[in-house]
Antibody, heavy 115, light 112 residues
């Protein structure tokens, strides 16, 4: 059974940094691209970005709203994907979901950016 | 960037009656590989999204056959043949053809 567990969310001040983790199990992690999607409170869904598998270069793509501030990385030996978020803004407040093959979603972790 | 537009945004339905949600994209979703990467998601209250339909009309495993997807190019539809109480939630179309991938605004399905 595929499981994705996000962690690392919490309350952070504007301008600060936070790193989210997504611990995966139930599939061969290194074979798949890993994505992050976010949902602001009471709002719709927004793709944050994704990282390709090593077989496809391990390269990344980002939404314009986070490009240059957020970085996605992966540790295939630990089956963990990361979302490093720098220079956080109040509008980054959202539940952040880890997603694989668009089909499997974690339960999400809430990030609140507020002073 | 591709913009996904859903209608209606709110859909009150009677139990046992059909429901239909429209999704239009600002450009064709036909990929260079010939596939059309149009997905439909259901998000029940308090839950993570769940994919129902992929590549326009293919149901994911475990999805009831009362859900069906259709369409091509830029116009797509999700239909529920007979709405049940467990279908309450928000439905999103999502294109995975052009980066950045994009969701529609969501359609809230509720029981009358």
């Amino acid at each position: 059974e595929v499981q994705l567990v996000e962690s690392g969310g919490g309350l952070v001040q504007p301008g600060r940094s936070l790193r989210l983790s997504c611990t995966a199990s139930g599939f061969t992690f290194g074979d798949y691209a890993m994505s992050w999607v976010r949902q602001a409170p009471g709002k719709g869904l927004e793709w944050v970005g994704f990282i390709r598998s090593k077989a496809y270069g391990g390269t990344t793509e980002y939404a314009a709203s986070v490009k240059g501030r957020f970085t996605i990385s992966r540790d295939d030996s630990k089956s963990i994907a990361y979302l490093q978020m720098n220079s956080l803004k109040t509008e980054d407040t959202a539940v952040y979901y880890c997603v694989v093959v668009i089909t499997y979603w974690g339960q999400g972790t809430l990030v609140t950016v507020s002073s | 960037d591709v913009v996904m537009t859903q209608s209606p945004l709110s859909l009150p339905v009677t139990l046992g009656q059909p429901a239909s949600i429209s999704c239009r994209s600002s450009q064709s979703l036909v990929h260079s590989d010939g596939n059309t990467y149009l997905n439909w998601f259901q998000q029940r209250p308090g839950q993570s999204p769940r994919r129902l339909i992929y590549k326009v009309s293919n149901r994911d495993s475990g999805v009831p056959d009362r859900f069906s997807g259709s369409g091509s190019g830029t116009d797509f539809t999700l239909k529920i043949s007979r709405v049940e109480a467990e279908d309450v939630g928000v439905y999103y179309c999502m294109q995975g053809t052009h980066w950045p991938w994009a969701f529609g605004q969501g359609t809230k399905v509720e029981i009358k």
